[in-house]
C-alpha cells in the first residue's frame, strides 16, 4: 500500500465549479500535512497547509481527518488558472530534520 | 517566499558520464537540504537528506556511492549522479529548509531534467 494516496484523474471541470480532491495517508504517526501544486514540468509549490480544525484560505478549504487518516481539498469557483496537478504531502519526522512524502497527485483541468 | 536555485536547469549526456547539479538557497541559510526525484507520471521520491557538514542521509534503495551529495555550506548541496545511465533520467529536484520543526517549509529549486542517452 502506498504511504499517500489519491486519485490521479484527471478531474475536468468548467470554470467556476466546485471541486474536491480527497487523499488517505497510511503513517499514522504523520505529523503535519500540506497541499502542493505542480504545473506541468515544473517544481512544487506549497499550496497550504492543512490543520485539524480545517482552514480556508480564498477559495481552497482543506480538511484533515486523523482518525480515518484523510485529507482532503475543496476549491470553490474554480479558475482556469487552477489547471494543475495537486500533491498530498505528508510530513514524518526523521532523524535531524523531516521527510515529505508525496502523493502521486490528482490532475484537475478547468475548461472554459 | 524564501529562493532556492537549481543548476543546471537541464542537461543532456552520455551513458558513463558524471553529472553535477548544484542547489542554492538564496536569501537564507539552510539547516537541511532535501534531494527528490520524478519519473514521468510518478510522486517525487525523497533520494536523500543532508544537512551542512555531516554526510547525507540516504533512503532505502537510493546507492549513495552513485549518487554522491555533499553539503558543503548553509547555502549549497550538490548531488553528482556519477556514471549516468538511461534509467537515471528523470527530474531531480532540491529543497532547503531552515530548522528541524516539521511545521518549516520546504522551499523547492525549479529542478534540472537530466536526460542520459
Known amino acids: 500500500r502506498k504511504e499517500v494516496e489519491q486519485d490521479p484523474g484527471p478531474f475536468n471541470v468548467p470554470e467556476g465549479a466546485t471541486v474536491a480532491f480527497n487523499c488517505t495517508y497510511s503513517n499514522s504517526a504523520s505529523q503535519s500535512f500540506f497541499w502542493y501544486r505542480q504545473d506541468c514540468r515544473k517544481e512544487p509549490k506549497l499550496l497550504m497547509s492543512v490543520y485539524s480544525s480545517g482552514n480556508e484560505d480564498g477559495r481552497f478549504t482543506a480538511q484533515l481527518n486523523r482518525a480515518s487518516q484523510y485529507i482532503s481539498l475543496l476549491i470553490r469557483d474554480s479558475k482556469l488558472s487552477d489547471s494543475a496537478t495537486y500533491l498530498c504531502?505528508?510530513?514524518?519526522?526523521?532523524?535531524?530534520?523531516?521527510?515529505?512524502?508525496f502523493g502521486t497527485g490528482t490532475q484537475l483541468k478547468v475548461e472554459l | 517566499g524564501a529562493v532556492v536555485s537549481q543548476h543546471p536547469s537541464w542537461v543532456i549526456c552520455k551513458s558513463g558520464t558524471s553529472v553535477k547539479i548544484e542547489c542554492r538557497s538564496l536569501?537564507?541559510?539552510?539547516?537541511?537540504m532535501f534531494w527528490y526525484r520524478q519519473f514521468p507520471k510518478q510522486s517525487l521520491m525523497l533520494m536523500a537528506t543532508?544537512?551542512?557538514?555531516?554526510?547525507?542521509?540516504?533512503e532505502q534503495g537510493v546507492e549513495k556511492d552513485k549518487f554522491l551529495i555533499n553539503h558543503a555550506s548553509l547555502t549549497l548541496s550538490t548531488l553528482t549522479v556519477t556514471s549516468a545511465h538511461p534509467e537515471d533520467s528523470s527530474f531531480y529536484i532540491c529543497?532547503?529548509?531552515?530548522?528541524?520543526?516539521?511545521?518549516?517549509?520546504?522551499?523547492f529549486g525549479p529542478g534540472t531534467r537530466l536526460t542520459v542517452l
Open positions: 543532508s544537512n551542512e557538514g555531516s554526510k547525507a542521509t540516504y
Open positions: 504531502v505528508v510530513n514524518n519526522q526523521a532523524g535531524g530534520g523531516n521527510k515529505l512524502t
Open positions: 529543497s532547503a529548509q531552515t530548522g528541524l520543526n516539521s511545521y518549516n517549509e520546504q522551499f
Open positions: 536569501d537564507f541559510q539552510a539547516t537541511t
